[in-house]
């Protein structure tokens, strides 16, 4: 029997003019991995949320949601509970209670285990999900991935048939990200629980999954194994790609877009076993290319031309703890669109808060006399009104401006940010994206000539993360400096001007992003890693893609 | 055994059951509290410096010395020169009699009141929040989860009202210099934290539900373990807090002040009581001091 049967369903929320979910069906055999993926906005969250009793939203609904052949809606709640696992985007706000070990215990309690049962199941989740060496800490002390996994380890404790997770990993940084999804393959694998996840990062989730359902505005457009979806999206030669095509990983692209539409290449590994017969005829790059290269550094910046100037700057947190940044020189250019690269808890967001001003370095120099404004990772850490309009107007509230022109400011953002359709929504009813953009707005508003910027691709869609590109773009067009700390390599060697190592409190090398990335061999994007033996400097999806066809 | 920082709350006794922790301290308290006897007094008054110093350490001894005069000497000024009860006048003022039994009342209700407080400070290191949840949810289980949920919150609201903060300095607001103006930051940033906290609730709330919260008939999971030894110290702490109580209930832990102070009687009683008050008010501390020195052993 299938684990879940959509059959014609469709849904509107309440005074909404259209309907979120038009005319879905599709089926969910036991123990399939099935991967969800689309615009943010398109109703994957909608969609999910109807497999969930306790979580389907309240609108008017057709058709039927079937789990095990009865209504979701007609569950009984204890069954409901049980075989049914469903896990939400933010870690943070999942968890219930001050220790992991009894975050873990959460849902067994609910169904009224005992004591003795209970520790059973918990010491076998722990040893399971590799708990055992945190099972006594407080939720607070975690890292984010631990927490969405002690999220994951809780619902798995009260060993649910069904799960579903909505975009699990958009809050973690890439490792945590990669380690979550190995964690849910591991679950799928050996426990045959069935697995229905929406992803934006679909890398590594296609490699996985047995299935990927395409959505757009409501509707399933494609539902097919991974390798068929990619050759569906790109279309025939004649047409323009379905939109869909660019949030797709970059081997599937690479060769749908060089024409290989049967059994197309997930990973980099078969990408490489596949371009070895492809390009047999093509040499192979110089070996000197992929040595790293030293360069010199940019020394000859005047001193009109520089928007920030870091000199040997030493900071730590407390008197006997460890340098945090440790000699630091930094320099960037005025209108440059600055880069820093590095993994998790090497300072990336010391340096920004010294450059900032929240934090002041033991030693050194900071130098910037530009106006600055810096974006947080979290935006609703700056809201304050109930709808957006007025959230954008309160940027304005200490200029001495009149009240007309504040109006006219941030309707004219509102128009930026393409939030015009939301100008009377709550920033809390936003999507991740969405509040991303009125935040964004909201500091755009007080004109900084520095913009500090802290993970801004975090939890955004493919298709959002290019609208992005181009806005920030124009700001440094108008001669804004821009300055981001982020883990998104494939962004960063798309748009940035200067891409820069950042590793032990320090910065180990500073480039253009394409000899930034083709003089790293493990750090860079996934495209150049696919045809670095052949083309090193070629970065992009774009690049590769264009040289592909050119070769072939 | 004196160390600079104590032994916190790693203690041996620490190991033994919430249960076993939590009937000590209910009896070496309420005990101090009904005993006004000064053989009583001095007993509890010296065990709970014992426990303390080495619970807490040179630090914390520091801390209960300069607590402990000053109490004492504000209670029996204010004892001496307000209180005109008691046969033996020392002098007077405007008319006013000074007495002996004011000041001696005065010090041995400050040295009670020294004990509780000190008592409660060794309380606070020995019950940790997952004990005290214990036993709340011992209650009702609703309270326990509670008082989790709570003892969740306090550090993620502190982190989510610093990242407020930060938002606000890199959007230029930096701490305004009149009151009014950080008043009216402070209560932006306030207003901030409320919002948010409000908004991620609701998140919350689904999950609880996605896991069953609210079905019939939940139960308290904990990771404690009544043990034979632990059966074994509340019996051993019921026998010697029965015969104090007995004591407290007869009127041999007491003591009359005024009109004339009226010493207790050395009687077998009196001593017996006392000796079993001691013996209670020691149980911890020997119990770690032995933990101590069976582990310096094995090391």
Known sequence: METIRVKNFTFKYPLAETEALRDISFDVNESEFIVLCGKSGCGKSTLLRQMKKNLIPYGHSEGEVLYMGAPVSELDDRVSAAEIGFVQQNPENQIVTDKVWHELAFGLESLGFSNKAIKRRVAEMASYFGIQSWFRKNVSELSGGQKQLLNLASIMAMQPKLLILDEPTSQLDPIAASEFLRTIHKINRDLGTTVIISEHRLEEAFTIADKAIVMDQGRIIAYDTPRKIGGFLAGDDSQEPHPMFYGMPSVLRIFASAGVREHTPLTIREGRIRLEKMLSEVPKAPHEMLMPRVTEEDKKVKKDECALFMKDVWFRYSQHGSDVLSGLDLTVRKGQWYCLLGGNGVGKSTTLKCISGVEKPQRGKVICDLKMAMLPQDPQALFTEITCEEELAEALYYEKISDEVKIEKAEAMLRLMEIEHLRKANPYDLSGGEQQRLALGKILLLEPEMLLLDEPTKGLDPFFKRTLAGILRKLTDGGVTIFMVSHDIEFCAEYADMCAMFFDGNVISVEKPHDFFAGNSFYTTTANKLVREWKPDAVTCEEVSTWLNTVI | ?299
């Not at chain 2, 001095?42 to 010395?65: D, H, M, P, Q, R």
């Not at chain 2, 504000?74 to 006048?89: C, Q």
């Not at chain 2, 020995?126 to 209650?139: N, Q, V």
């Not at chain 2, 904990?222 to 807090?241: H, P, Q």
């Open chain 2, 1 to 299: 055994m004196i160390t600079r920082d104590g032994l916190g709350e790693d203690t041996e006794f620490a190991r033994f059951h919430p249960l076993v922790s939590f009937m000590y301290f209910a009896l070496a308290i309420g005990i101090t509290m009904f005993s006004m006897s000064v053989i009583f007094l001095s007993v509890t008054f010296v065990c709970s410096w014992i426990y303390s110093v080495l619970l807490k350490g040179v630090a914390g001894a520091k801390e209960n010395l300069i607590f402990t005069v000053s109490t004492l000497v504000i209670m029996a000024l204010i004892n001496t020169f307000f209180t005109h009860n008691g046969a033996t006048v020392l002098f007077y003022i405007n008319n006013n009699r000074i007495t002996m039994e004011a000041f001696v009342y005065g010090i041995c209700a400050a040295v009670m009141l020294v004990s509780v407080i000190i008592w409660f400070s060794c309380f606070n290191v020995i019950m940790t929040a997952d004990k005290l949840i214990y036993l709340f949810g011992k209650a009702a289980p609703v309270l326990g989860l509670t008082m989790s949920m709570i003892f969740r919150f306090i550090p993620l609201l502190k982190n989510r009202f610093k990242a407020i903060s930060m938002g606000q300095r890199g959007m230029g607001r930096e701490k305004a210099a009149t009151f009014t103006g950080k008043a009216r930051q402070l209560t932006k940033e306030t207003s901030i934290l409320i919002a948010w906290s409000l908004e991620s609730s609701i998140e919350s709330a689904d999950s609880m539900e996605a896991r069953g919260y609210g079905l019939r008939g939940r139960t308290s999971f904990n990771l404690f373990k009544l043990s034979e030894r632990d059966i074994l110290m509340l019996a051993v702490m019921a026998v010697l807090g029965g015969i104090c109580i007995y004591g407290c209930v007869t009127g041999i832990t007491g003591m009359y002040y005024y009109p004339e102070i009226e010493w207790p009687k050395a009687d077998l009683a009196t001593a017996l009581t006392a000796a079993c008050y001691a013996v209670l008010l020691l149980l911890p501390a020997a119990v770690d001091i032995i933990g101590e020195i069976r582990w310096k052993r094995y090391a």
